[in-house]
């Protein structure tokens, strides 16, 4: 990415501003609008709330200046299966809806505890787990995530647990191998660098293309969770490093 000006870099945070101020109200007004959604059955409240996640598409484009472009879209398993995804950017938590529909978050359970956004984000039905509850966190990935696939729904997993900053990777953790290899189900890598357009910290919006790319089904026949996220992680850091070659 090239250097910023001092006048880029404050039209980075006016963006940002707007950006940022368009997502909470909007969150505010679609989880009031959504409430009457909240008693009916999952398959139909999940299609009224998520579809809030195409607002955020749509303040992503025009108020953050930010195109898709998305690679690998052949490579999508005609089955559900569990997709690992690198972890820059709160972007991927709400935009990979289109390609992997309907799915689960595997996520803190804090989030639930957020005023408004909890209230709508917990009638998705997501897998919530407590992270410092060791074993039992696991086991709940486990079971929740093996009934969710069984009734033809994705799974999301973060396998970095956490955010990090562009150029770095984190310690790659082996929960949503696990429960591939536990459920018989494919693994799907996707790599991006949307942490390069909107950072884990601070309010800037940095305009341009987030780039995606949906790596080849990992199979787990025969594998194990270790061999399973070993390949995953390489393939994921892998094309990160060529997404940054690439960048003018």
């Not at 940002?16 to 009916?40: D, E, N, Y």
């Not at 108020?63 to 820059?88: S, Y």
């Not at 799974?155 to 953790?173: A, D, L, M």
């Not at 591939?180 to 942490?195: E, F, L, W």
Request: glycine letters at 10%; a positive charge.
């Amino acid at each position: 990415m090239t250097e910023s000006t001092p006048t880029s870099a404050k039209g980075g945070l006016l963006r940002g501003l707007f950006f940022h101020a368009a997502l909470v109200i909007t969150v505010v007004f679609w989880a009031v609008v959504s409430l009457p959604s909240f008693p009916l059955p999952l398959r139909w409240r999940y299609y009224w709330i998520t579809r809030w996640c195409q607002i955020n598409a749509w303040l992503v484009r025009y108020i953050g200046g930010i195109h898709i472009k998305i690679n690998g879209l052949e490579n999508i398993p005609k089955t559900p299966g569990v997709v690992l995804a690198k972890h820059q950017s709160a972007w991927e938590t709400l935009n990979l809806l289109p390609w992997f529909y309907p799915q689960s978050w595997v996520l803190k359970r804090e989030l639930l505890r957020i005023p408004v956004f909890g209230w709508g984000l917990a009638r998705l039905d997501p897998i919530a787990i407590d992270r410092g509850a060791g074993r039992e966190a696991l086991r709940q990935v486990i079971e929740q995530g093996s009934q969710k696939l069984a009734a033809g729904r994705w799974i999301v997993v973060f396998p970095e647990g956490t955010r990090v900053e562009p150029g770095k990777r984190g310690r790659y953790q082996q929960g949503g191998a696990l429960l591939a290899c536990r459920a018989g189900v494919d693994v799907t890598p996707v790599a991006h660098n949307a942490g390069e357009h909107w950072p884990r910290r601070g309010l800037r919006i940095h305009p341009g293309t987030i780039e995606v790319v949906i790596g080849p089904a990992i199979k787990t026949q025969g594998r194990t969770p270790a061999e399973v996220i070993q390949l995953t992680e390489d393939w994921i850091e892998s094309e990160m490093a060529r997404l940054a070659e690439s960048r003018p």
